[in-house]
């Protein structure tokens, strides 16, 4: 079965220092994208960044940037000078194989401290 | 931009009960899905459909039926509530561009009790 790991169920971190987030994901499609959502307590779904599988260059979105791993299927959510506000639960998702649906991870929890 | 829009936000039902979540999108999206979140958990896809008259099976579907009659609409039946069944639910929908499957634009979700 196609799968999105995420291995971090919660993690914390200190206001305005760095976090990273990881994903790991299968699929045997050759072109698609990957995405990570943040999901705040108000429970509302936001896409936070979208990478282009046949990019290597690394997307960014502001504090927020990927480190995509193609042969590694690796791909990770760094958050650069974390905020209160980036409190929320973070997922990582990709297309399954056949490319009608989206496979969401399991989510990290992730805490910003004051 | 309306985007995707669930009706209604709050529900509480009891055992054996019946209804309909209501989903419709106004963005011309061919694909739509049903999701549901437990609490402190990821999302399973109950539903989803690639087109009007087109609906299969996603990972969890026992107990829920879908009709999708226009592209802007994609409804979800409960049938025979269940404790088991609250949860929330969020719609989503996307479409395709040139790599394939974009990003899912997600409605406010549903929190349904079932008591």
């Known amino acids: 079965a196609q799968t999105v790991t995420q291995s971090q169920p919660e993690m914390s971190v200190q206001e305005a220092e760095t976090v990273t987030l990881s994903c790991t994901y299968d699929t045997s499609e050759s072109n698609y994208y990957l995405f990570w959502y943040k999901q705040p307590p108000s429970r509302q779904m936001i896409l936070v960044i979208r990478q282009e599988a046949y990019k290597q260059q690394n997307a960014t979105e502001n504090r927020f940037s990927v480190n995509f791993q193609k042969a590694a299927k690796s791909f990770s959510l760094k958050i650069s000078d974390s905020q209160l506000g980036d409190t929320a639960m973070y997922f990582c998702?990709?297309?399954?194989?056949?490319?009608?649906?989206?496979?969401f991870g399991a989510g990290t929890r992730l805490f910003v401290k004051a | 931009n309306a985007g995707v829009t669930q009706t209604p936000k709050f529900r509480i039902l009891k055992i054996g009960q019946s209804m309909t979540l209501q989903c419709t999108q106004d963005?011309?999206?061919?694909?739509m899905y049903w999701y549901r979140q437990d609490p402190g958990m990821g999302l399973k896809l109950i539903y989803y459909s690639v087109g009007a008259g087109i609906t299969d099976k996603g990972e969890v579907p026992n107990g829920y039926n879908v009709s999708r009659s226009t592209t802007e609409d994609f409804p979800l039946r409960l049938e025979l509530a269940a404790p088991s069944q609250t949860s929330v639910y969020f719609c989503?929908?996307?479409?395709?561009?040139?790599?394939?499957?974009?990003?899912?634009?997600f409605g406010q979700g549903t929190r349904l009790t079932v008591v």
């Open positions: 963005m011309n999206h061919n694909y």
């Open positions: 998702a990709c297309p399954d194989t056949g490319g009608f649906k989206t496979i």
């Open positions: 989503a929908s996307s479409y395709t561009a040139g790599q394939g499957l974009t990003e899912a634009f």
